[in-house]
T-cell receptor, first 112, second 113 residues
Framework: DAEITQSPRHKITETGRQVTLACHQIWNHNNMFWYRQDLGHGLRLIHYSYGVQDTNKGEVSDGYSVSRSNTEDLPLTLESAASSQTSVYFC???????????FGPGTRLLVL | AQSVTQPDIHITVSEGASLELRCNYSYGATPYLFWYVQSPGQGLQLLLKYFSGDTLVQGIKGFEAEFKRSQSSFNLRKPSVHWSDAAEYFCAVAPGYGNKLVFGAGTILRVKS
C-alpha cells in the first residue's frame, strides 16, 4: 500500500494567520489531492495536481493554494486563515487514471 | 455536475445481521465507483472499487458491492456484520476522463451487540 504522511496532525491557529499543511508520499505518484472533511458534506476537493508544476482548483479552492515543486510533496497553504476553514484536511495520491487514491491520516485544523 | 447520494446518514444493525448501505450517483456515463471506510480519527481505507466487467465486486473485510446501471446505484453489502465494522462509509465516484473523486456525505454505521 502507498504511504502518505501529513504534518502536523493537529494545528490551532488564529484568524488571519498563514498556515501550511504538509503532505508527503513515498511512491512517486503523479496525482496528488487535497480534501477537506466537514460533517454532512463528506470530503470535498480543494486542489489537485497531476504532476510537477501542475496545479488545479477543486470544488472549494477559495482561500487555499498549493504548489508542486517535486513529485513527493504537495503542501497546502491557507493564505489568511478563517474560522470557516476549521476542518479536517486529507491528502491523497494515486499513480494514474483511473486508479485508487490512497489517503493520509489527516490534519485537524482549528482556526480561532 | 456529478453528485453522489448516500440516503442514510446513520444506520444501526445488530452484530451478525446483514448490512446494505445505499449509494446513488448522477453522471451521464458509467463512472469509476469506490467505497471507502473511515474509522474514528483515521484516514480513509479503500474497501472495493468498480471500473468495468463483473458488476458484483468483492472487497476487503467481507464486503461486496453491486453496480446497477439502470438504477445508477452501487450499494455496499455484508452478510454478517462484526462489531469492528462500526465506522463511517463513503461512496465515491470518479469520471472516466480524470481521477478526481466526488464523495457522498457518508453513512455512519453503528453495530449493537
Amino acid at each position: 500500500d502507498a504511504e502518505i504522511t501529513q504534518s502536523p496532525r493537529h494545528k490551532i491557529t488564529e484568524t488571519g494567520r498563514q498556515v501550511t499543511l504538509a503532505c508527503h508520499q513515498i511512491w512517486n505518484h503523479n496525482n496528488m489531492f487535497w480534501y477537506r472533511q466537514d460533517l454532512g458534506h463528506g470530503l470535498r476537493l480543494i486542489h489537485y495536481s497531476y504532476g510537477v508544476q501542475d496545479t488545479n482548483k477543486g470544488e472549494v479552492s477559495d482561500g487555499y493554494s498549493v504548489s508542486r515543486s517535486n513529485t513527493e510533496d504537495l503542501p497546502l497553504t491557507l493564505e489568511s486563515a478563517a474560522s470557516s476553514q476549521t476542518s479536517v484536511y486529507f491528502c491523497a495520491s494515486s499513480s494514474g487514471t483511473p486508479e485508487t487514491q490512497y489517503f493520509g491520516p489527516g490534519t485537524r485544523l482549528l482556526v480561532l | 455536475a456529478q453528485s453522489v447520494t448516500q440516503p442514510d446518514i446513520h444506520i444501526t444493525v445488530s452484530e451478525g445481521a446483514s448490512l446494505e448501505l445505499r449509494c446513488n450517483y448522477s453522471y451521464g456515463a458509467t463512472p469509476y465507483l469506490f467505497w471507502y471506510v473511515q474509522s474514528p480519527g483515521q484516514g480513509l481505507q479503500l474497501l472495493l472499487k468498480y471500473f468495468s466487467g463483473d458488476t458484483l465486486v468483492q472487497g476487503i473485510k467481507g464486503f461486496e458491492a453491486e453496480f446497477k446501471r439502470s438504477q445508477s446505484s452501487f450499494n455496499l453489502r455484508k452478510p454478517s456484520v462484526h462489531w469492528s465494522d462500526a465506522a463511517e462509509y463513503f461512496c465515491a465516484v470518479a469520471p472516466g476522463y480524470g481521477n478526481k473523486l466526488v464523495f457522498g456525505a457518508g453513512t455512519i454505521l453503528r453495530v449493537k451487540s
